[in-house]
């Protein structure tokens, strides 16, 4: 199992990103999936969760009320919306996959990592 993020770049304060996680040739809905972001000097933090089948979802604080997760399990992909994004907000953002199919206290032990997607946020 490979997964895949896009969707990343460079927008100002205030702005929107949507974040895709795939895994081409596997069918997500055997995985809950979490999104994480890492800064260089600091730990990586659980942004966000979501169940297999989409019923439970799990956010952290900082990001409570701007992002949503989603997935779109017949095109096996997982979507995080970002929105009034601040400059604390940027970081390199990776998808995991866990195979326990729920949200799982964070940090957690995954199947599989994506190789991470930067995202900035600056004027």
């Known amino acids: 199992l490979q997964l895949v993020e896009s969707g990343g770049g460079l927008v100002q304060p205030g702005g929107s990103l949507r974040l895709s996680c795939q895994a081409p040739?596997?069918?997500?809905?055997?995985?809950?999936i979490t999104w994480f972001r890492q800064t260089p000097g600091l730990e990586r933090e659980g942004v966000s969760c979501?169940?297999?089948?989409?019923?439970?979802?799990k956010y952290a604080n900082s990001v409570k009320g701007r992002f949503t997760i989603s997935r779109d399990n017949a095109k096996d992909t997982v979507f995080l919306q970002m929105n009034d994004l601040k400059p604390e907000d940027t970081a390199v953002y990776y998808c995991?996959?866990?195979?326990?199919?729920?949200?799982?206290?964070?940090?957690?032990?995954?199947?599989?990592w994506g190789q991470g997607i930067q995202v900035t946020v600056s004027s």
């Open positions: 995991a996959a866990d195979s326990s199919l729920v949200c799982v206290s964070w940090p957690g032990v995954y199947d599989a």
């Open positions: 040739g596997y069918n997500l809905t055997r995985y809950a």
């Open positions: 979501i169940s297999n089948l989409g019923d439970s979802t």
